[in-house]
């Protein structure tokens, strides 16, 4: 059994930061690459940000300069750090990895959402 669980969401004006995190526990063997995704109403989910367990990193176009993904391997943490929001960023964060368990299976994993709301 292997959970992802969110923190850090909120609200916040324009302007503002806010910083998530993402903590994977339980029967874990080995942890891929850990990723940020969102999905705002009415939207298709979409990627935000990724890093690979060797640092790695990868981010959506509309986020580049102002996101920044990090990761503690020893904790089995990720991290967004998000800067100058906009209204747009407004969205439902989901963290994902695909995790390998102790007994060899390699799923995919999603965290239950956190919400980040933007005003203007």
């Known amino acids: 059994q292997v959970q992802l669980e969110e923190s850090g969401g909120g609200s916040v004006q324009a302007g503002g930061s806010l910083r998530l995190s993402c903590a994977a526990s339980g029967s874990i063997h080995i942890i891929n690459a850990m990723a940020w995704y969102r999905q705002a109403p009415g939207k298709q989910r979409e990627l935000v940000a990724v890093v690979t367990p060797d640092g790695r990193i990868d981010y959506g176009e509309s986020v580049k300069g102002r996101f920044t993904i990090s990761r503690d391997n020893a904790k089995n943490t990720v991290f967004l750090e998000m800067n100058s929001l906009k209204p747009v960023d407004t969205a439902v964060y989901y963290c994902?990895?695909?995790?390998?368990?102790?007994?060899?299976?390699?799923?995919?994993?999603w965290g239950q959402g956190t919400q980040v709301t933007v005003s203007s």
């Open positions: 994902h990895s695909k995790i390998q368990t102790k007994s060899g299976r390699l799923s995919d994993y």
